[in-house]
T-cell receptor, first 114, second 113 residues
């Protein structure tokens, strides 16, 4: 069964460093999402992406964040200059098309900022 | 804007006993409702969803949920749990199909033998 994959599973970085979290959505899916979950808190929406552009973003998704679909398979989340409060589990999700309601989630990347 | 409240952060339950996980939402528009499960070290997996139609929705692994519009609730139930149901369960809403999901805080279910 096709699934969303994410790499790495755990990323440790120093404050101020750039990180790129990678996701491979399900191959025939057209809509892509990033969510995050700070330890002990709710899963929060960050951004949605369709047709090579951001379709919606939350207040969390400020200028330090960017997303890209550099090729036909990867979907990346970049944090330019990480802060301690960026430490969280980051989930990627994808959805097939307009008529399909389910978002399929990856296993997540745990980001630890020291 | 919508919000989701899961009243119980943890629910311990004995094997083969029933379980109910409560979820209440608020929204100014019609919503779609979802329950996701997260097993240890795994991603979020869809258990069931309510889009329209019958208010009683059946999902995978013997779970079901009932949409109650007047009470703005979407409680999840299972009549008899297994050890393998130990996981965290998240209720979520979206204002339209495929839109961003707004999650509740999650309920951790611990099934004891």
């Amino acid at each position: 069964e096709p699934e969303v994959t994410q790499t790495p599973s755990h990323q440790v970085t120093q404050m101020g460093q750039e990180v790129i979290l990678r996701c491979v959505p399900i191959s025939n899916h057209l809509y892509f999402y990033w969510y995050r979950q700070i330890l002990g808190q709710k899963v929060e929406f960050l951004v949605s992406f369709y047709n090579n552009e951001i379709s919606e973003k939350s207040e969390i998704f400020d200028d330090q964040f960017s997303v890209e679909r550099p090729d036909g398979s990867n979907f990346t989340l970049k944090i330019r200059s990480t802060k301690l409060e960026d430490s969280a589990m980051y989930f990627c999700a994808s959805r097939r098309d307009r008529g399909q309601n389910e978002q399929f989630f990856g296993p997540g990347t745990r980001l630890t900022v020291l | 804007a919508q919000s989701v409240t899961q009243l119980d952060s943890q629910v311990p339950v004995f094997e083969e006993a029933p379980v109910e996980l409560r979820c209440n939402y608020s929204s100014s528009v019609s919503v779609y409702l979802f329950w996701y499960v997260q097993y240890p070290n795994q991603g979020l997996q869809l258990l069931l969803k309510y889009l329209s139609g019958s208010t009683l929705v059946k999902g995978i692994n013997g779970f079901e949920a009932e949409f109650n519009k007047s009470q703005t609730s979407f409680h999840l139930r299972k009549p008899s749990v297994h050890i393998s149901d130990t996981a965290e369960y998240f209720c979520a809403v979206s204002e339209a199909a495929g839109n961003k999901l707004t999650f509740g805080g999650g309920t951790r279910v611990l099934v004891k033998p």
